[in-house]
T-cell receptor, first 112, second 112 residues
């Protein structure tokens, strides 16, 4: 069974800092990987989707990379802002395309 | 935002009672998913649907059933609710297997 781990569980940084969030998975046979943010008491908002054949995706200040062979993905946030404070989740879609496995998330606080 | 609504948004019920949660989408997406989110476990897939009347089990399907009689509606039923089913339930949709998932706002269910 696929296991997805996100470290650290919580992170606090000053505004303006660049930061990296980590996601690791145990089975490299994946279909794709998706990053989400979740605000307290809310649903999940999709940030970036990386297909298994891709190495990275970018959207604004966000860049996600994927190293399938090592079972790792990183989410890079440039010039962090207080509005970036949220929990960030990664999710792996397995090779069948039908099962999803989520990490427990990294809770990010950006201090003004 | 993807047009996904969930009802009810909050529900308190007693052990042994049946409960049905509804997910409604206006995007005409083929795939629909039900997840539960619990502290320490992240999101876990309960059931999914790949078309009208086509459903399959996820990682934690025991105690749950689903139905999809129309493209836009996906129902999750707890035949006899237990306290272990207290959780936040999220619905998600996707148009194709390899594409992004979009999430609804969630339903907080408490089973006393």
């Amino acid at each position: 069974k696929q296991e997805v781990t996100q470290i650290p569980a919580a992170l606090s940084v000053p505004e303006g800092e660049n930061l990296v969030l980590n996601c690791s998975f145990t089975d490299s046979a994946i279909y794709n990987l998706q990053w989400f943010r979740q605000d307290p008491g809310k649903g999940l908002t999709s940030l970036l989707l990386i297909q298994s054949s891709q190495r990275e995706q970018t959207s604004g200040r966000l860049n996600a990379s994927l190293d399938k062979s090592s079972g790792r993905s990183t989410l890079y946030i440039a010039a962090s802002q207080p509005g970036d404070s949220a929990t960030y989740l990664c999710a792996v879609r397995d090779s069948t395309g039908n099962q999803f496995y989520f990490g427990t998330g990294t809770s990010l606080t950006v201090i003004p | 935002d993807a047009g996904i609504t969930q009802s009810p948004r909050h529900k308190v019920t007693e052990t042994g009672t049946p409960v049905t949660l509804r997910c409604h989408q206006t995007e005409n997406h083929r795939y629909m998913y039900w997840y539960r989110q619990d502290p320490g476990h992240g999101l876990r897939l309960i059931h999914y649907s790949y078309g009208v009347k086509d459903t399959d089990k996820g990682e934690v399907s025991d105690g749950y059933s689903v139905s999809r009689s129309k493209t836009e509606d996906f129902l999750l039923t707890l035949e006899s609710a237990t306290s272990s089913q207290t959780s936040v339930y999220f619905c998600a949709i996707s148009d194709f297997t390899g594409n992004e998932q979009f999430f609804g706002p969630g339903t907080r269910l408490t089973v006393l």
